[in-house]
């Protein structure tokens, strides 16, 4: 009997550590390939912003969420997101595409969502996220400033149409370009007004990838973009022959064929009025 008085405090103790451990360890595993880009916090919460680099850029921004109960210690596992990122500059503010936020199905605490930035801020003009959401049926409000920072390559462009509509095209994947056949996906929105951004659906993106730097040259087996009601994106196949800088070269056009925006690229011509680019 002695010596199970004395076993039980430790099987305890280990059991324990071991529940700790493996709550740790599962936390991890969650934020694998993530990193930390905003902190916001209130009375009731911390709310964790990560991105695959932990930082926010312009264009398409894949942002995962968590919500940390200060009274508990726990993360929250049953929250209900939304959230509305603003633009504030000297005259004006203005909104942005972007999408709902979801519970990710293969994780306990994380939320998923994308927010496509289409400028940096800067010393007198910025970005703010407001997150609302309701955890138990309360809900809450957060927000804070936070910093959106310039790409060194178009990843997003804005332009007006031949209809006189505002679009954002943002490139979406891949993220990691390799010479081969890439699939591609990209991100096509107009603006209703300066806080409605929905996707626009049914269109088509031509495209022609070029390599100014080497004669201009392309590429064999490109698909244009098409759009996949699923992902609500367009996607289409790039063909990537060699490393460098690659320009997209690109043609929008509506669900009647009509060109919205772009030209066709020549030898009198070396390059779309519509285009992004990479380089790997």
């Not at 911390?46 to 991105?51: F, G, L, M, R, S």
């Amino acid at each position: 009997m002695k010596t199970i008085k004395y076993i039980l405090p430790i099987i305890l103790s280990l059991l324990l550590i071991s529940c700790s451990n493996d709550s740790e360890e599962n936390s991890k595993n969650e934020l694998q390939g993530l990193f930390k880009a905003k902190e916001f916090s209130n009375n009731s919460h911390v709310v964790e912003a990560y991105t695959s680099s932990g930082m926010l850029f312009t264009g398409y921004n894949d942002i995962t969420l968590r919500i940390l109960d200060k009274a508990s210690n726990k993360y929250v596992e049953n929250a209900q997101i939304t959230w509305k990122p603003l633009m504030h500059m000297t005259s004006m503010m203005h909104s942005c595409p972007y999408s709902i936020v979801s519970k990710k199905s293969e994780f306990n605490t994380l939320y998923e969502g994308f927010i496509v930035f289409q400028m940096p801020g800067n010393d007198t003009e910025g970005w703010s996220l407001t997150i609302d959401y309701t955890v138990n049926g309360e809900t809450f409000k957060i927000s804070d400033d936070i910093n959106v920072l310039k790409t060194d390559l178009k990843n997003v462009t804005v332009f007006t149409g031949s209809d006189e509509v505002r679009y954002v095209l943002a490139y979406i994947k891949p993220e990691e370009p390799e010479v081969a056949i890439n699939e591609l996906s990209m991100g096509l929105y107009k603006m209703e007004n300066m806080m409605s951004f929905p996707v626009v659906e049914n269109y088509k993106i031509e495209l022609d990838p070029r390599m100014p730097s080497m004669g201009n040259h392309s590429s064999p087996n490109n698909e244009d973009l098409h759009f996949n009601s699923i992902e609500r994106c367009y996607d289409g196949m790039l063909s990537l022959t060699m490393t460098g800088y690659w320009k997209l070269n690109l043609k929008l056009l509506n669900a009647n064929n009509e060109l919205i925006k772009g030209e066709e690229v020549t030898d009198t011509n070396e390059a779309s009025s519509l285009y992004l680019e990479i380089e790997f």
